[in-house]
């Protein structure tokens, strides 16, 4: 997929929580990724998340991990999603805002727990003998090294895109309006940096944000 239809979509990028997601060089390789090809603006407090300040974006990126929002926040964030903002979550965000139910019916999924650090395959679902999705595309089976994420949810409601080991690892949905996608991937700078991994993060931006 080419990147320049991303050069003027405004994304919010997410950040904060514990220090093993959340290290200068983590912020910094996503900030890198997506600054690259879309206007971006990175944030690691959730002071953005009101109905005013969320109105400019047309795509929110999470990767924060274990934060807590108010009922307000919570709320402007789902809203917007609700309403037609595209919402891409990264690892963590299946395990964050958990004192928010709502988030977690609009992301679809919960953290339960995860592997010991390996090496694994991720392996895209044989839907793509039918119809390739669009954040897959031009993107082949490939292993890495990261935490292998069991996440919990309505698996009916998940359009799951590629496995691990059995496991979903990519899924999309929708939640009113918006379209949902989460990556169970990115612990650290081996997955963070990983080319298949950004290619993927790169696609669901543009899929959430109905370019492709």
Sequence with gaps: ?????????????????????????????LIELLDSVCTLVAREDL?????????PFRVIVNYTTFMEPTAAQA?????????????VGIHGATATFWNSP??????????????????????????????????????????????????????????????????????TKTYGSGRVHYNALGHDLRALQHPSFQQLVLNAVAWAAHLV
Aim: proline fraction near 5%.
């Design 47 to 55: 002071d953005v998340l009101t109905p005013s300040d969320l109105a």
């Design 102 to 171: 709502e988030y977690l019916r609009m992301l679809g999924g919960t953290f339960i727990v995860h592997d010991e650090f390996k090496r694994f395959g991720v392996n895209f679902t044989s839907v793509r003998c039918v119809e390739e999705h669009p954040i897959t595309a031009g993107i082949e089976d490939f292993e890495i090294e990261d935490e292998l994420y069991i996440v919990e949810g309505d698996q009916t409601q998940w359009y799951i895109i590629a496995r691990g080991e059995g496991h979903p690892l990519l899924y």
């Design 75 to 87: 709320g402007a964030l789902n809203s917007a999603v609700f309403r037609g903002t595209g919402f």
């Design 1 to 29: 997929m080419s990147t320049s239809a991303l050069r003027d979509v405004p994304v919010l990028l997410m950040l904060g929580g514990p220090e093993y997601h959340n290290t200068p060089e983590h912020r910094q390789t």
